[in-house]
Structures are given as structure tokens and as C-alpha cells.
């Protein structure tokens, strides 16, 4: 199970930071992942980070603004996101992949077995 929390309404260029915190399997060997669905779209890859930690990425829109980390301590994937724009305005859904001891960093949500319920998060200008 994966529970979203964290998401709210800022002003444009203001920070928020999304937490996900996982209960059952071993979080600390699955890749894990957020994304962002707007209203009349598909859901987006945002950033992944890989099940050893030490290897993520993230789309190019928010590249060098959100950072993706996790804590296997806690079982818990965070999105910290600054410099929020009216454009980041979805909800956001944590993922897991569906296999474990992944090769590489899972941009796609065909790679994602396990959803939490989505976290909504409003940026006005």
C-alpha cells in the first residue's frame, strides 16, 4: 500500500514536499517513482529513483526544480519541488515498480505495479 501526502496550494514559485510511505513488501529493494496527471491528460513520468538509491532521473519540465529521495528506514519516497509553477498543477501519484532489483531507472508507468491514491497540488499565479 502507498499513501501520498503533502500536496496543498502555494503561489507560483513557492515549495512543496510530497511524501509516500509504503507498508507491505521490502521497500527498500523496489525502484520507486512519481507522477503528475492534469485534468484531460495522461499521466506523466516526473522522476524515479532507483531501489540502491544512489541513481535517479526526471523529466525534462522539472529537471533542476524537484528532487526525488527515499529513506528505506521509514519505507518513504519524497518529492521535494521549488520554484513550483502554475503548469505543476495535477495530482501526483507514487509508484512502485512491479519487479524488484531493477537495472535501471523506470521512467515508464507501464513499469509501475502499485499506485497510491494521488495527492492533489493546485500552483497559482
Known amino acids: 500500500q502507498l499513501v501520498e501526502s503533502g500536496g496543498g496550494s502555494v503561489q507560483a514559485g513557492g515549495s512543496l514536499r510530497l511524501s509516500c510511505a509504503a507498508s507491505g513488501g521490502t521497500f527498500s529493494t523496489y525502484d520507486m517513482g512519481w507522477f503528475r496527471q492534469a485534468p484531460g491528460k495522461e499521466r506523466e513520468f516526473i522522476a524515479a529513483?532507483?531501489?540502491?538509491?544512489?541513481?535517479?532521473a526526471y523529466a525534462d519540465s522539472v529537471k533542476g526544480r524537484f528532487t526525488i529521495s527515499r529513506n528505506d528506514a521509514q519505507s518513504t519516497v519524497f518529492l521535494q519541488m521549488n520554484s513550483l509553477k502554475p503548469e505543476d498543477t495535477a495530482v501526483y501519484y507514487c509508484?512502485?515498480?512491479?519487479?524488484?532489483?531493477?537495472?535501471?531507472?523506470?521512467?515508464?508507468?507501464?513499469?509501475?505495479?502499485?499506485w497510491g491514491q494521488g495527492t492533489q497540488v493546485t500552483v497559482s499565479s
Open positions: 509508484g512502485r515498480a512491479k519487479s524488484s532489483y531493477g537495472l535501471f531507472e523506470r521512467v515508464s508507468s507501464a513499469e509501475y505495479g502499485y
Open positions: 529513483i532507483r531501489w540502491t538509491g544512489g541513481r535517479t
